[in-house]
Every structure is written in C-alpha cells, then in structure tokens.
C-alpha cells in the first residue's frame, strides 16, 4: 500500500511539475517535451487506479500521435512565441477567470458526489470479474457495438481516400525511387570499362575540355 | 454475457456487399491496371470509367440482394432495421447513384477528372446513405450520416484545380461539420434524458407521461431536427445549397440532389415515427414550419436566378419542402405520399440533370438559362423531354410531378392541415413560373449556336425520365403498391 502511495506522488508531483513547465519553458520545442513527460506521468497515474488500457491510449494517442503533430507545428511553422508571450499578463484576468470556472466545477463534481452517493453507482457499469478492462472493452465492441466499430471504420476509411483524392498529385517529371529497378541493377547494367586517353573526358561522347 | 443470436448478419447483408464491393473496387484500382506513376494518361481516362461500370455492376447486386429480403429484420440489437419502408427508399438511392455514375462519364473524363475514386466514393457514400435509412439507433444514424457527408464533401470538391468546386467543397464542410456538431448536442441530450440511444428506447421515453413537458427531451429533438434539416437543405438551414450545387461538377450535383436528399428524408422520417411518436404533436409544429419556409423560399428565390444550377438548388429546396407535406400529415397516407413523391422527384431530378450535362458546346459547358434559347429549332427532342420534366416538376397534370404533389396534399387534406395544403398549391403555382420561364425561352427565343454532341449515356437517362414522367400515368399502380406497403412498415 505504501509502495502504490509512493508512486502516486511520486508521478503527481512529477505531473505537476512538467505542467507547469509547459507553461512557463521559454523554448517551444522544450514545452511540448515537457507536455509528452505530463502524458507519461498521467498515464503512470492510470495505471495505479486500474486502468491500464486507458494508460496505454494515452501513451499511443496523445504521446506517439497527438504530441509528434504539435512538435512538427512547432518545428515547421516558424511561430514567433516570444511576440505570443507578449500578452501573457494582459491576458491573465482571463485564463484565470477560464481557469476557475473549470476549478468551480470540478469543486461542485466532488460535493455532488459527496452529497448524493448513490448517483455514481448508477452511472457506473462495472466490468465483470477477473477481466482486464481491455478485454472487457474489446467484448463489448467487437459484439454488441460491432455495427457502429464497423461504420467508424468506414468513416476513417472515406476520409484517408478524400485526404488523398484531393492533396496527392503527380507531377510530370518527378523523379521517383524504382525499388525493382534499383536491386535488378548489377556491374554488368550498371558499370561501364572506358579506357581514357590521356587529356581526353572520361565521358566518351562529350567533346574533351581544353 | 454476448447475446450470439442478435449477431446475425443476413438483414445487412445487402450493405455489407456494398461497402466489401466498394473497397474491392478501390483495391482493385489502386494496385492493379497500371500504375500511377508513368503510363501514359489515355490509360489512366479509362481507368475511371471501367471503375465506373464495376461500380455500377456493384450496385446492381446489391438492389438484387435487397429484392431477395422479405419481411422485417433486425440486426446488431436492433442498431439496424430492415423493414419494406428501408428497402423501398434504398433501391430508390442505388438507381440515384447507379444513374448518377453513368451521367457522370463523359463530363467528368472532359473536366480531366475521372478518376477512379469517384465512383469509389459514390459507393462508399451510398453504403452511409443505406445506413441511415436503416437506423435504429442514434449511433447508426450519426454514423450513417457522418459517412455519407465526409464523402459527398470530397466528391464537391473533386475538380481541386477549379476555384468554385474547391469553395463548394470547403462550404460544405464547414456548414456539415456546423450542423453534425449540432445533431450530436441533440443525440447527447437525448442520451441524457432517456439514458438510451436506440429508437425504441426514445420512443418508450417520449411516450411516458410527462414527456411533452421535459425540456431536455424537447430540446434534444429540435437540435436533432436541426441538423437533419440542414442534409436536407430545408429553410431555413438552405444556405450552402445554392453555393454547393453550383460549384460541384454537374454529374456529382445530380448525385447530390438525388440520392441524398432520398436517404436524410427516410431518416428524418424513420427518427420521427419511430423515435418521437410520442411527442407527435411537438415535431408537427417544426415540420410543417419547414416545409412551408421551404416552399415559399424555393418558388419565389428561384425566380431571379439565371444559372440553371442554382435555379435546380432553388427547386430541390421547394420540392424538399413539399416531400415535408407528407411527413407532417403524420399518418400511413402521408408517408405513403412521401415515398411517391421522392421516386418521382429522383426520376424527374435525374432527367434534368442530363438535360444539364447535355448544354454543352464545344468550348466547354454552359449553365446560363438563356443560352437554351431557341432549343426546339435546334434540337426538338430534347427541348420536349427538358419542357416534359420541367411540366412535372411544376406539378402540371397529367404529368408524374402533379401526382407526387396530388399524393402529399391529399394527406394533409385528410389529416386536417388544410393552410399547409393550400400554401403548398399557392407556392407550386408560384414556382411553376420560373418552369414555365425556360420552356418559354427554348420554344420562343431567337436560336442560340447549336450544342455539341451529346454522349450516350446521358441520353440514355434523359429519355428513360422523360418516358417515366409522361407514361406514369398510364400505368402508376406497381409503384403506388409497393409505396403503401413500404408505408404500412412505418407506424406511429
């Protein structure tokens, strides 16, 4: 117990810290670096409560997809942070005003289920014994639900075709990698025995320089 | 804990054909039948027809598929509902898409952009559009719609090269994306406040006492109405119309005004007898607000446009409005009216549009009303076909259009809405003037240089809908049957 206590604060305080860095880092590059840590942390977090295959989306989705994009963002598009930053007190009443609305309700979810116990039972479907959450997920999905996972396929599917319907382009000219053509290619295509006169181009067809 | 028994896959069969055939079909394209890269691009112009006509090929079977089921089945605990109401309206949209592609060939091989993912996308948009029309639940709706939007937006901005088609494609997005943000705060309210998501749980919800007066519910149903309203470009959520159908290359504006709109009309429906019975009274009221915005806005709007395009936006919109007639009758009669009047409107839609496709001179297509000037000296047949759908479009007897309209006032009629049903006459008189305007320039006008030739296929669809909507009279009964029977499925 003490051992799952240590790691509880060990990864909050670690979130916490990283957060805040996130915030305040000067360095573009280093915030988003800091917000993967904040991912892994959170993730780490999870896992103590249980909940491994939540944990695992977190790491694959936000770390390997949603994290990879915005370093890209920030590497590819020449931002000017320190002209956003700029604003950063002028801005303040009104994060702090978004940020305690968010605190006011996160307050107000701890005193409902303070005052009414009885509602998060019936929100809550637990899972059946002796399954892992990932297992009871994937039964529930690939029986009950399997239609709509089969539609949503679909749905990703149209989009990857539309994406590329209306982006990819083949321009004339273009010179492509031929993978067979390259393996195929051996000293007998591909090495040519001249022999060079003295003072003359090693290119047989090309007139000699002077 | 699995219920195995819900888990039979035959009342789907059909879509999932489609949506296999679909992604056969892209497999087959992208790796074989030459590659992207070199090959010389005379190959590639054909690639997007023969992809076309597999595609078609693909859409056939599953119409066999679907004539093949009987009854009503239920699939994937009840997320899925096969019933004649569903079959009707999705053999409806696979003739609107099988015709779509074939209008499509020839313009879209000269605009360079027959690829072969068009009619990839058609395919995968139509299995989102038969997905809709079977939802039983609010996650196969929002998902059925969502996969059917994302590749409509694609197919309007096909043409990426052209400023108009890549503006309508972005317009449609955004005010898609606007309204399925929307339609979610709708469905995530409803969860809310019924704690489930499937049709016959909101009907059970929206039937208890007390429903009429719980505001979450109520609020929940006008979000979800909201967003459904703008796939089917009812007033007043019709703004990207107009933008869309103009900028969109023809053929897929076709697929556009038919298909979809075919399949978001069965869906709102479907949601409102079966989801919301209960609160009839309350969705009544929006629909029939509507479907009047709708009808007025479409017959008078319309007056002032001269490009034809925009003109067809402007009566989509009305006609949308006047299909809403018979959903707002509420009764067995009134859907019956519905389901007519959507196929006669996908027929006559389509004809237009290959009439559309057909204003084409050598110099490239041309859209302004006025150069059909003088059509009948040029070419009679098609100024008689083009005046014979614009007739039924205007809802002149004896034409199919004034028997779509006959069906939904006569159920407003019995069901007692008589300021709906007069409105509806007084607005499709109205709008038969800007009808009347261009049969009156083809007839009457000085002679403009002759069109080039047309293609065949367009042809081909220009006489079948010209053919449809003189002769419906003379023998209307096989589709008044299976419209009733389809109607008997729905119940409120």
């Known amino acids: 117990m003490a051992l799952t206590a240590i790691f509880f604060y060990l990864f909050a305080t670690l979130a916490l810290a990283s957060g805040a860095m996130v915030i305040v880092a000067k360095n573009p590059v280093h915030a988003v670096l800091f917000l993967i840590l904040t991912f892994f942390n959170a993730a780490g977090l999870f896992i103590l409560l249980g909940a491994e295959f939540l944990a695992m989306l977190l790491i694959i989705v936000y770390v390997g997809a ?61 899972i059946p014994q002796g399954t892992t959450n990932t297992e009871a997920l994937g039964q529930i999905l690939y029986t009950k639900y399997v239609y709509f996972f089969q539609g949503a396929g ?57 | ?106 313009d879209l091989r000269r605009a360079k952009v027959d690829r072969y993912e068009v009619p990839v996308l058609i395919l995968l948009a139509t299995v989102g559009m038969m997905m809709m029309i079977s939802a039983g639940d609010l996650l196969a709706l929002y998902l059925g719609l969502e996969l059917q939007s994302l590749a409509l937006y694609v197919l309007a901005a096909v043409r990426r090269d052209d400023v108009r088609s890549s503006e309508a494609g972005m317009k449609y997005f955004v005010l898609g ?38 505001l979450g519910l109520i609020a929940g149903l006008v979000f979800l109405l909201v967003g459904l309203a703008f796939k089917i470009s009812a007033v007043p959520f019709h703004m990207w119309t107009p933008d869309v159908y103009e900028g969109a290359p023809t053929p897929i504006t076709a697929f556009f005004a038919a298909a979809p709109k075919l399949a978001a009309l069965a869906l709102l429906a479907r949601v409102l007898f079966d989801g919301f019975g209960g609160l009839f009274i309350q ?126 006032f006569a159920a407003a009629v019995k069901s007692e809405l008589y300021g709906l049903a007069i409105i509806g006459v007084l607005s499709s008189v109205v709008g038969a003037f800007y009808y009347l305007r261009i049969v009156k320039v083809m007839f009457f006008d000085e002679p403009k240089p002759r069109f080039s030739a047309t293609a065949p296929y367009v042809k081909f669809v220009m006489i079948t809908a010209g053919l449809f909507v003189v002769l419906y ?20």
């Open chain 1, 66 to 126: 949603v994290a990879v994009l915005f370093l890209f963002v920030v590497m590819m598009l020449d931002v000017d942070f320190a002209e956003l930053r700029a604003g950063f007190i002028k801005n303040a009443p009104v994060g702090l005003l978004v940020g305690g609305v968010v605190l006011a309700e996160l307050v107000l979810l701890v005193v409902a289920r303070v005052a009414a116990p009885a509602t998060p039972a019936t929100i809550a479907a637990p």
């Open chain 1, 154 to 210: 679909l749905v990703l599917l149209v989009a990857m075709v539309g994406a590329i319907v209306l982006t990819l382009r083949h321009k004339e000219g273009v010179k492509r990698q031929s993978i067979a053509d390259q393996v195929a290619r051996g000293p007998a295509t591909a090495v040519k025995m001249v022999k060079v006169a003295s003072g003359a181009s090693a290119i047989p067809d090309a007139p000699a320089k002077r």
């Open chain 2, 1 to 106: 804990m699995t219920d195995l028994v819900s888990l039979s896959y035959s009342a789907a069969l059909p879509e999932i054909v489609l949506a296999v055939g679909a992604m056969g079909l892209l497999m087959i394209e992208a790796f074989g039948g030459g590659s992207a890269n070199g090959r010389s691009g005379n190959s590639d112009s054909n690639r997007g027809e023969r992809a076309g006509w597999l595609a078609i090929f693909i859409l056939v079977g599953t119409g066999a598929l679907l004539l093949a089921q009987t009854g009503t089945e239920r699939a994937f605990n009840d997320a899925f509902i096969s019933d004649p109401f569903a079959r009707f309206v999705k053999l409806l949209v696979l003739a609107g898409s099988a015709f779509a592609i074939l209008l499509s060939f020839d």
């Open chain 2, 177 to 214: 994306a606007l309204s399925s943000g929307m339609l979610l705060y709708g469905a995530s309210l409803l969860y809310g406040f019924a704690g489930t998501t499937s049709f016959a749980g909101l009907e059970a919800a929206a039937s208890a006492p007390g429903a009429a007066t719980n």
């Open chain 2, 283 to 408: 969705w009544q009221k929006i629909v029939i607000f509507l479907s009047i915005a709708s009808m007025l806005l479409g017959a008078f709007a319309a007056i002032g446009q001269t490009n034809i395009k925009r003109l067809m936006a402007y009566s989509s919109i009305g006609h949308v409005g006047f299909a809403l007639v018979g959903l707002a009758a509420g009764s067995e009669a009134g859907i019956e009216g519905l389901l007519i009047y959507l196929a006669i409107y996908l027929v006559t839609t389509l004809g237009s549009f290959a009439c559309i496709l057909a204003m084409r001179r050598d110099e490239g297509p041309v859209e302004d009303i006025y150069e059909l000037a003088g059509l009948a000296e040029n070419n009679l047949p098609m100024a008689f076909i083009l005046a014979m759908l614009f007739f039924s479009l205007a809802g002149v007897p004896p034409l199919a259009g004034f028997f779509a309209k006959f069906y939904v």
């Open chain 2, 473 to 492: 009279a003379v023998y209307p009964s096989p589709l008044i049957d299976a419209a009733a029977a389809a109607a008997k499925s729905l119940q409120l």
